[in-house]
């Protein structure tokens, strides 16, 4: 019966062709069947938010952020300590020694962050 929910029969196509998706609508057994495989290595590829990234160890090679920016009310810049989680690879210690963190910035998504924003979540 469960097996015929669509957000399954999708993330079989998807998990079949080495992508994952990861977000807090996801049913609870789809998210972590999804950390199991890009844990083991079975997905190249997730879409997610940061319910992966945060409190999990996931082997991340290359992270790409879409934003950096949130609201919560008000317009708020990522705290360093998010950032760093999300970027910092957790999982990959002993496996490589460098990764890759891209901030994309697509102006008809959402403003770019301010010069200050980028410094205080980088420098921090």
Do not use: C, W
């Amino acid at each position: 019966m469960d097996r015929e929910l669509n957000q399954l029969k999708t993330l079989s196509k998807l998990v079949e062709r080495g992508i994952g998706v990861h977000h807090a609508g996801l049913l609870p057994i789809a998210k972590e069947i999804v950390e199991i495989l890009f844990a083991d290595g079975y997905l190249s590829v997730v879409f997610a938010t940061k319910t992966l990234a945060i409190g999990i160890n996931m082997p991340a090679r290359s992270v790409m952020f879409l934003n950096v920016i949130e609201f919560y009310g008000s317009r708020k810049a990522m705290s360093a300590s998010e950032y760093l989680q999300m970027a910092g690879r957790a999982g990959r210690r002993g496996k490589d020694t460098e990764g890759l963190a891209m901030i994309f910035l697509d102006p008809a998504y959402t403003r770019p962050p301010k010069k200050e924003e980028v410094r205080e979540i980088l420098v921090s």
